[in-house]
Each structure stands twice: as structure tokens, then as C-alpha cells.
């Protein structure tokens, strides 16, 4: 049966463009300079930063290795379905389990080593071979697949979902949580395109809540349906704004 889903070019800021040049630095130039892991910790305090303000935000604008799936690999991609089961809960726990566990042993043996000269590049090596198999892997599934298959059950998307959940959990982010809403629900007209081009193969036009806004928390925030709305209903705001586009309505 043919694909239901559409190779549309994604919205690409320079950053979100060229950001597949990260994956290549350290991925593979960690290889012979291990110190260039070093350069995910810092990305790794951003992750938890931005999720707990915006969800997976970081993974629609800002993810190296979206950045790759999206401009190198998706031209090559099959673009088939995204299994249910990458697409479940317990594949996502299980996978973020399993990164956590060889990540802190990792991280315990070369702490036995602090103070020694090898430490540093010791350490760095530990986030280089997380990155290099997270590119094969993700690489892989993209081609194989669909590009943002390996985004279901990433182990910093779950780290961030789990940042995202603990600020719902405290009222917080809903001044800077920015989610896909509807202008005017009445205006829609089902077609499904939003759907089609979604990277994450999720249908807003199914999804908005009484609020006129998608709560799916896989939804990454890239603004694809955005820009492919045929009666440009769609855009990106926060729970403030999508209550004033429903006040405003209503008044008329």
C-alpha cells in the first residue's frame, strides 16, 4: 500500500540547517579527539532547560541529529510508518533504561581515574560512543524507515518528556510552552495535509483539545503543519495566546 505521508521540506533556520555538522564533529571527530564529548554536557543541561519550559521544542528546532535525519537523510528516507511499537511507552522507557544504565557505568569508571591525565579524554569518550551509536542507530531507522523514527524513543527526548511533565505537574511553562493551535477549528476542513507532513506522523487536525491547541507530547514543535495549512489556520503560541484567538472568535 502506498505512503500516506508526504516529503515536504521541513523549516529550516541556518542553525536547524547546518546543525548535522555537530553529529559529524563529534560523533566521529570524537573518535581520534575524544574531548569533543565533552560538548554534550553542556547540550545535555539545555535539554533539561528547554524541556521543562517547552517540551521537545529543542528536537524541531535545535537537535543535531534531527537536523541530519531531516536535511541529509530524508531525501533517501522510505518514509514508511513509524511502527507502533517504536512508538509506544515501554519502548521508550526501555531504551532511555538501557542509555542511562551504560551511560552511569561509564561514568563511574572513568570517575576512578579523576585527577590522572587520561581523565578528560576518558570522560569525553563516554558521550562520543553514546553519540556515534545514537547516529548509527537513528541513521539507520531514518533511511530504513522514516527519518524521525529514532525520535519516538530517543533517550534525551524521554529525558526531556520527563522535564516537560514535572513542569505540568508543578503549573509552570504555560507562559513559555509553545504548542501548534487553531486559529478557528470551524475553518478547518479535515483534509489531513497537517498530518501528511508531520515528521512525527501525528494528525492535529484530530488532536486539538478544548483550548484549540495539540497536547501531544511527541509533537515537536517544528511548525511543518504550520506552514503546510492550506487555509493557514495553524501556528505556534502559547496557551495564553490560543485564549485570546478563542475570545476574539466568540465575539464574533
Known amino acids: 500500500m502506498r505512503t500516506l505521508f508526504m516529503k515536504t521540506n521541513r523549516i529550516y533556520t541556518p542553525l536547524r540547517k547546518y546543525a548535522w555538522l555537530f553529529v559529524i564533529l563529534v560523533a566521529f571527530g570524537g573518535l581520534w579527539f575524544p574531548k569533543l564529548g565533552l560538548l554534550i554536557i553542556p547540550i545535555m543541561l539545555s535539554l533539561a532547560v528547554l524541556g521543562f519550559a517547552k517540551g521537545k521544542y529543542w528536537c524541531g528546532n535545535f537537535c543535531p541529529h534531527g537536523s541530519l535525519f531531516d536535511f541529509i537523510l530524508m531525501p533517501i528516507s522510505r518514509f514508511k510508518k513509524i511502527p507502533f511499537s517504536f512508538r509506544h511507552i515501554l519502548m521508550s522507557l526501555l531504551v532511555f533504561s538501557l542509555f542511562m544504565y551504560i551511560l552511569v557505568s561509564r561514568l563511574v569508571d572513568v570517575i576512578g581515574i579523576l585527577g590522572t591525565a587520561p581523565f578528560l579524554d576518558q570522560l569525553g569518550l563516554v558521550f562520543v560512543m553514546n553519540y556515534f551509536v545514537v547516529t548509527i542507530i537513528g541513521s539507520v531507522l531514518a533511511v530504513l524507515i522514516n527519518p524521525r523514527t529514532w525520535c519516538y524513543f530517543c533517550p534525551m527526548g524521554t529525558f526531556q518528556r520527563l522535564f516537560y511533565k514535572l513542569s505540568k505537574i508543578m503549573g509552570l511553562g504555560k507562559r513559555t510552552d509553545l504548542k501548534i493551535s487553531v486559529s478557528n477549528k470551524d475553518l478547518c476542513r479535515s483534509c489531513g495535509k497537517c498530518s501528511k507532513v508531520c515528521p512525527m506522523q501525528l494528525a492535529p ?22 506552514k503546510n495549512c492550506p487555509v493557514e489556520i495553524l501556528y505556534l503560541g502559547t496557551e495564553e495566546e490560543a485564549k485570546g484567538c478563542n475570545l476574539e472568535i466568540s465575539r464574533k
Open 205 to 226: 487536525y484530530k488532536e486539538f483539545s478544548d483550548k484549540n491547541q495539540i497536547d501531544n507530547e511527541h509533537c515537536i514543535r517544528c511548525s511543518t503543519c504550520v
